[in-house]
């Protein structure tokens, strides 16, 4: 049984940063994550591939996050928050490698339980 850890989340104010982690409590695997804001549907984020070889991120994101690997936890730096980042977060892993990894949610198999970031205007 895989289980996705996640921890991070809180309350900043826009511009600020934050950093959310995630790792699996056993191999190593595409990691992905998604958000959801109050009233909308969920959408993808940055994804990172088994090996760190590939990155993936949402247009909305670009420039701001980062996505990357610290031994086996990935990390999900966030910079130059803004209102509408606000959601809850959630970390996602598959057991499928490829060249590059997905940023569709139907591709995971294993989801954490969400982090509530909340960004103050």
């Known amino acids: 049984q895989v289980v996705v850890i996640e921890t991070g989340g809180g309350l900043v104010e826009a511009g600020e940063s934050l950093t959310l982690s995630c790792r699996t409590n056993?191999?190593?695997?595409?990691m992905a994550w998604f958000r959801q804001a109050p009233g909308k549907e969920r959408e993808e984020v940055a994804c990172?591939?088994?090996?760190?070889?590939n990155r993936r991120y949402a247009d909305s994101v670009k420039g701001r996050f980062t996505i990357s690997t610290d031994k086996r936890t990935r990390l999900l730096q966030m910079t130059g928050l803004k209102a509408e980042d606000t959601a809850v977060y959630y970390c996602?892993?598959?057991?499928?490698?490829?060249?590059?990894?997905?940023?569709?949610?139907?591709?995971?198999?294993?989801w954490g339980q969400g982090l509530q970031v909340t960004v103050s205007s």
């Open positions: 990172i591939t088994w090996n760190n070889s």
């Open positions: 056993t191999g190593d695997y595409d």
């Open positions: 996602a892993s598959r057991n499928t490698r490829e060249k590059w990894c997905k940023l569709s949610a139907d591709e995971y198999h294993w």
